[in-house]
């Protein structure tokens, strides 16, 4: 993967991360953002629908959401880079490390996004609140909460 050169007071680690884990993706997210430069950054439960799309046999696994209003979805931001310690965020005035952020770049790019369950489809999950890339791998589903409480 290509990168952007770095900014001012970035750092990035030479040293290669471990692979002291093994995850298996369970499926992946239709959303409307086809590009990293579309999607939103802050996740909007009153955005648009997105799909959350179960491959076999995990849609079994479902069973039960349905009760739910919330759901926490766990991703793997598989466009991110990894290698980096301090980056610079627009927002802030300054490089900060990655672990003082929930910036999608970080050693293991998993990121966190309750969203609004707006139905059950069979082994599919129509949701909103999504602010994740078209294709993004998902890693695992639990029970979330409502991010306005
Ligand atoms: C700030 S992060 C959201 C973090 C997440 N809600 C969390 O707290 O873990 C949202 C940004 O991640 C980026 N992003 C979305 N999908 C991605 C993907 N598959 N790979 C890399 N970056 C992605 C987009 O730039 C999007 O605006």
């Known amino acids: 993967m290509s990168h952007k050169?770095?900014?001012p007071g970035e750092e990035w680690t030479g040293a290669p991360l471990g692979a002291d884990a093994t995850l298996g993706f369970i499926g992946h997210v239709e959303t409307p953002w086809k590009r990293l430069q579309d999607c939103p950054k802050r996740a909007d439960p009153e955005g648009p629908e997105?799909?959350?799309?179960?491959k076999a046999?995990?849609?079994c696994a479902l069973e039960g959401v349905e009760q739910f209003d919330w759901l926490e979805l766990y991703l793997w931001f598989h466009k991110a880079?990894?290698?980096?310690?301090?980056?610079?965020p627009h927002h802030a005035d300054g490089p900060r490390g990655v672990f003082s952020l929930r910036s999608p770049v970080r050693p293991n790019p998993i990121a966190v996004t309750n969203?609004?369950?707006?139905a059950r489809e069979g082994d599919q999950l129509?949701?909103?609140?999504?602010?994740a890339l078209d294709g993004t791998p998902l890693l695992d589903i639990?029970?979330?909460r409502c991010p306005y409480a």
């Open 115 to 118: 969203v609004k369950l707006v």
């Open 126 to 131: 129509i949701v909103t609140g999504l602010e």
């Open 57 to 59: 046999p995990w849609g």
């Open 50 to 54: 997105s799909r959350v799309i179960l």
């Open 5 to 7: 050169p770095l900014k």
């Open 81 to 88: 880079r990894r290698d980096l310690l301090l980056i610079a």
């Open 142 to 144: 639990k029970p979330g």
